[in-house]
């Protein structure tokens, strides 16, 4: 029995925050804006990690963010706006105070999409859409900023 029970809250959660169909025996319109209130709460977090990118986005940040996060489950906060704005940046569509802090964290951080980010130790760089930023002996400088 509680076998049973353990499968249906699985099928639940994955109903709720990763795309997947949504189960029987439960109201959908429940279950929709159940899904509306984590989505937003998930890019509430998101905004809290990654200020610049949802200030770049402004009005369109929560529509944005709702498109890239519809059907995955998310990796963490940190990760989530890591992996979103790295989408944005391959597709063009990244905005200039998003690029910057970008840049930053991929100076500062080492981040392969699949494993947690890991500080680095070493000097080091990262890019973003015409940002340029740099790490030095744990200082970070934003070197050149995203064209406007």
Do not use: C, I
């Amino acid at each position: 029995m509680s076998g049973d029970l353990a499968a249906r809250q699985a099928e639940l959660v994955a109903a709720l925050v990763a795309g997947e169909p949504d189960p029987s025996g439960f109201d959908p319109t429940a279950l929709a804006a159940a899904r509306a209130a984590l989505l937003r709460k998930r890019a509430g977090d998101v905004a809290r990690h990654w200020p610049l990118l949802a200030a770049g986005l402004g009005a369109d940040w929560f529509r944005t963010f709702a498109r890239w996060a519809a059907g995955r489950p998310t990796a963490g906060s940190l990760r989530d706006g890591w992996d979103l704005a790295r989408e944005l940046r391959d597709q063009g569509t990244l905005p200039p105070l998003g690029a910057e802090e970008l840049a930053v964290r991929e100076a500062t951080d080492r981040y392969d999409g699949h494993r947690p980010p890991r500080h680095r130790r070493l000097p080091a760089w990262g890019r973003a859409n015409g940002a340029v930023a740099v790490q030095l002996a744990g200082h970070v400088h934003l070197l050149r900023p995203a064209p406007r």
